[in-house]
């Protein structure tokens, strides 16, 4: 994954500095309800993610997903992930939980993926065989296989 990095969230980080801007104005004219609101809301903007993950090479946003299966199901996932999702015929139904788990990093706008299979051993997941990158048309098709829109 080395494509992907972390870069500034310029929408809160300007939200963060205009909330700070409003209290402080609001204490200099003498509503200190209003400025003390604004200074929690302040302290709490932080946390709603100060960096994001982004492709370096397209500048497009990240975001991660998990999907579990159950365990006899295991073979067909790597067979599909082998082929780069280009089998059709072998869809597994994912569900809440299983002993095996797919971990996806994948673009905002579907031109880049990054597929981890897991499987259950007691007390954690360990990672099967390498990560597998996939590009442009692989992608399109990892969404059909996870049904993804």
């Not at 929690?40 to 497009?60: D, M």
């Not at 996939?134 to 059909?144: A, H, K, R, Y």
Request: hydrophobic share 40%; net charge positive.
């Amino acid at each position: 994954m080395e494509n992907i990095t972390k870069k500034l969230n310029i929408r809160v980080v300007t939200l963060l500095i205009i909330t700070i801007l409003l209290a402080l104005f609001a204490f200099f004219t003498s509503y200190e309800l209003l400025g003390t609101v604004l200074l929690l809301l302040a302290a709490v903007l932080p946390f709603c993610g100060i960096k994001k993950e982004v492709y370096t090479l397209t500048g497009s946003p990240v975001k991660h997903l998990t999907y579990y299966f159950e365990s006899e199901n295991m073979t067909n996932v790597q067979q599909s992930i082998k082929a780069c999702f280009r089998n059709e015929g072998s869809k597994v139904p994912f569900s809440s939980y299983g002993n095996g788990r797919i971990d996806v990093t994948i673009t905002k706008d579907k031109k880049y993926a990054v597929v981890t299979l897991s499987h259950y051993v007691p007390h954690k997941y360990e990672p099967v065989g390498e990560s597998v990158k996939l590009v442009n048309e692989d992608v399109t098709l990892l969404c059909n296989y996870l049904t993804l829109k």
